[in-house]
């Protein structure tokens, strides 16, 4: 799906090769610039969505600090043709859509879109999905301030739906390169041998602390 990844792929294999080949390298500026642009609307909808919570005052100094104070910048400028500029704008568009759509929450074209981007949010990097717990909770608070269970389960359906559909090319590309629908080539033992709360927190590699 993501054009950038697969140039990275690309360049890991090919990469003793780019100085004397011209069109590849050529190719592979494009892919930048073209995940600059991804980057530039990556920041406009995380200002937009500072903006629909109504944060005015420091809108622009949290867009500032999330280029800077995080490891986005290295991932822009060092190592440009990973996946992760793609994921951070699928996030971003999920949660900007998510935040605008407040205002007509019983339209079923909400949650056909709302899957659609959640679909392409997991495609790109799975652990994403995480995030569709907003959803979740949103429902969760209105069944129990309206009790209009049919609504919600029909919203729900319709979630589920499209994002399936979505989501359903990468899950054939994983069910014809690794035989399962669900084998992830990013998977990982998930056990509580690895848990590992002080490293996630205050390691200098992409500690959150």
Excluded at 16 to 44: P, Q
Excluded at 45 to 51: A, G, P, S, V
Excluded at 148 to 169: A, E
Aim: contains cysteine; glycine residues 6%; charged residues 15%.
């Amino acid at each position: 799906m993501d054009t950038v990844l697969f140039t990275g792929k690309i360049y890991s294999f090919y990469s003793r090769d780019t100085e004397s080949n011209a069109l590849f390298r050529l190719v592979l500026e494009i892919c930048k610039f073209r995940h600059y642009g991804v980057w530039f609307l990556t920041f406009w909808l995380i200002f937009d969505c500072l903006k629909l919570l109504n944060i005015a005052k420091s809108r622009f100094l949290i867009v500032l600090m999330t280029f800077l104070g995080t490891p986005l910048f290295y991932y822009i400028f060092v190592i440009p043709c990973s996946s992760h500029g793609t994921s951070v704008f699928a996030v971003s568009l999920f949660l900007w859509y998510w935040f605008k759509s407040f205002s007509y929450p019983d339209k079923p074209g909400r949650y056909i879109l709302l899957g659609i981007f959640a679909g392409i949010m997991v495609m790109v990097r799975p652990q994403e999905g995480l995030f569709m717990v907003c959803v979740l909770i949103e429902w969760t608070y209105r069944f129990f301030k309206h009790k209009d269970f049919m609504n919600i389960l029909k919203q729900v359906g319709i979630f589920i739906v499209f994002f399936i559909i979505t989501l359903s090319p990468q899950l054939l590309i994983w069910k014809f390169i690794y035989g399962n629908f669900l084998a992830s080539p990013a998977g990982f033992n998930v056990s509580l041998n690895n848990f590992a709360l002080k490293e996630v927190l205050f390691s200098s590699y992409h500690g959150i602390l």
